[in-house]
């Protein structure tokens, strides 16, 4: 059974790089096509797909935050990561790291981790 | 990237009542639609896919429809347990987009 483990720095400074890191147990992050993805979801808001990664490494990204977002996979350490510059009050949320079904990157994200909170404040 | 829009963005009904939540895409999806459902302080559960696939495990009182521009989700019997937020996201374009979200509580 895959599980999906967020880790990274509670709080950020305003203006820095929020950076956060997925961890893959109970399998191989690159065993099969899949797409893994970052949500957030800030305080009393909805969810936001962030972007996503393919287990070959191509990447796509939510337009609105293309410019200030790198998403990567390593598969050797069986994570993908996310970064996030030049970041202000309005990044605070929990991220959730999820990974695409089975059936293809089409028919939703199945697994998803805990999800770890982020606060933006100096 | 693709818009979706839910309806309600709230609603209220008993046990045992039947409910239906919409989302509509601001263009054509065909039928890749997915369904979630969100508790507090938990990451968010797959219900459908495909905008009408019910997940391994998930209650047959859930169900979809819909194709192009226009989905529901359907509870029929809410259950105790089924009182959370539900989104939409559209997964046709790379880009993939959620719902604002509908939450649904007890009346």
């Known amino acids: 059974q895959i599980q999906l483990q967020e880790s990274g720095p509670g709080l950020v400074e305003p203006s820095q790089t929020l950076s956060l890191t997925c961890t893959v147990s109970g399998g191989s992050i690159d065993s099969g096509s899949y797409y893994w993805s970052w949500v957030r979801q800030p305080a009393g808001g909805g969810l936001e797909w962030i972007g996503r990664?393919?287990?070959?490494?191509?990447?796509d990204y939510k337009s609105s935050l293309k410019s200030r977002v790198a998403i990567s996979i390593d598969t050797s350490k069986n994570q993908f990561s996310l970064k996030v510059s030049s970041v202000t009050a309005a990044d605070t949320a929990v991220y959730y790291c999820?990974?695409?079904?089975?059936?293809?990157?089409?028919?939703?994200?199945?697994?998803w981790g805990q999800g770890t909170t982020v606060s933006v404040s100096s | 990237d693709i818009q979706m829009t839910q309806s309600p963005s709230s609603l209220s009904a008993f046990v045992g009542d039947r409910v239906t939540i919409t989302c509509r895409a601001s263009?054509?999806?065909?039928?890749?639609l997915s369904w979630y459902q969100k508790k507090s302080g938990q990451a968010p559960k797959l219900l459908i896919h495909?905008?009408?696939s019910l997940v391994s495990g998930v209650p047959s009182r859930f169900s979809g429809g819909g194709s192009g521009t226009d989905f529901t989700l359907t509870i029929n019997g809410l259950q105790p347990d089924d009182f959370a937020t539900y989104y939409c996201q559209q997964s046709y374009s790379v880009l993939y987009t959620f719902g604002q979200g509908t939450r649904l509580d007890s009346k």
């Open positions: 999820a990974r695409s079904t089975p059936r293809g990157s089409r028919y939703g994200m199945d697994v």
């Open positions: 263009q054509p999806i065909n039928i890749y």
């Open positions: 990664v393919h287990t070959s490494g191509s990447t």
């Open positions: 495909g905008a009408s």
